[in-house]
C-alpha cells in the first residue's frame, strides 16, 4: 500500500506560521493529486488545499486562499503545506491525501490519507 508520512504539526500563537510536509512512500503508483485536509473537533474533515502533479495547479477554499501555499516536489513524492496568520479556528488535525485517480482534482475521491498531524493555535 501507499503511506503518507507527515510532520511539522505544533503548538503556535495566533498570527504565526507553520509548515507541513507529507512524503508518500511504499507502492509505486501515478499520482495525479495531492494536497491537505483537517478535522477540527467536533467538526467535519474540509479540504484545505490540494494540487495537481502533472500541471501543477492549486486550489485553495476561500477562507485559505492568501494564508496558506500549497507546493509539490514530485521527485520526492512529497507535498508541503506553508501556513500563515494562524487564527484559533486552524486547530485541527491536519491530514494529508493523495490519489491516483484520474480528474480527482480537489482530492474529493482520493484513496489514501495520512495519519494526521496536530496543529494548535492558541495564545
Known amino acids: 500500500q501507499v503511506y503518507l508520512m507527515e510532520s511539522g504539526g505544533g503548538l503556535v500563537q495566533p498570527g504565526g506560521s507553520l509548515r507541513l510536509s507529507c512524503a508518500a512512500s511504499?507502492?509505486?503508483?501515478?499520482?495525479?493529486?495531492m494536497g491537505w485536509f483537517r478535522q477540527a473537533p467536533g467538526k467535519e474533515r474540509e479540504l484545505v488545499a490540494a494540487?495537481?502533479?502533472?500541471?501543477?495547479?492549486?486550489y485553495y477554499p476561500d477562507s485559505m486562499k492568501g494564508r496558506f501555499t500549497i507546493s509539490r516536489d514530485a521527485a520526492k513524492n512529497s507535498v508541503t503545506l506553508q501556513m500563515s496568520s494562524l487564527k484559533p479556528e486552524d486547530t485541527a488535525v491536519y491530514y494529508c491525501r493523495c490519489t491516483d485517480i484520474s480528474g480527482d482534482y480537489d482530492l474529493s475521491r482520493g484513496n489514501y490519507w495520512g495519519q494526521g498531524t496536530q496543529v494548535i493555535v492558541s495564545s
Open positions: 511504499g507502492r509505486t503508483f501515478t499520482i495525479h493529486a
Open positions: 494540487i495537481t502533479w502533472r500541471g501543477d495547479s492549486t
